[in-house]
């Protein structure tokens, strides 16, 4: 049995059709994948005009995922060591002070914990109360059938 769908080329004529067809396809496929590149340069550049902070994150996030995928070397290790414990020092040394002055200027506007805790209890206090009023005003409307 032969198979009808793939026949070689009887003349000169058929092969050169053959060969312009394919030429001709390879040349759309080539023009389709052009215009796909210039389209998608164009999308990034809208994207990164309109959200640069987005594109710098995410470039960030790529390369901490690329940076996290390949193993550490012993050069490395020790190289960093001392940089890592100044910059781990550094982060609590910014954290404490932080904490410090913050609590420091809650208190002088007089915001104490002990303040926080009567602010919140009154809150909830008034929510409560409100939910109570309101849901007997609801039960006393329901009753008179008004």
Known sequence: MTDNTTREPQTAAEERGLVGNARQRALDAYGSARDGVANARQR????????????IAGGLAAGALIAALLPK??????????VGKRLTDTAKAAATAAKDTGTQRLAELGLTPEKGKDT???ILEGVTDAAKTSAQAALGTARNGQ
């Open 73 to 82: 070397t012993d050069t490395e290790t020790k190289a960093l060591r001392p």
């Open 120 to 122: 919140l209890r009154t």
């Open 44 to 55: 990034t550049s809208q994207g990164l005009d309109e959200a640069p902070l987005i594109a």
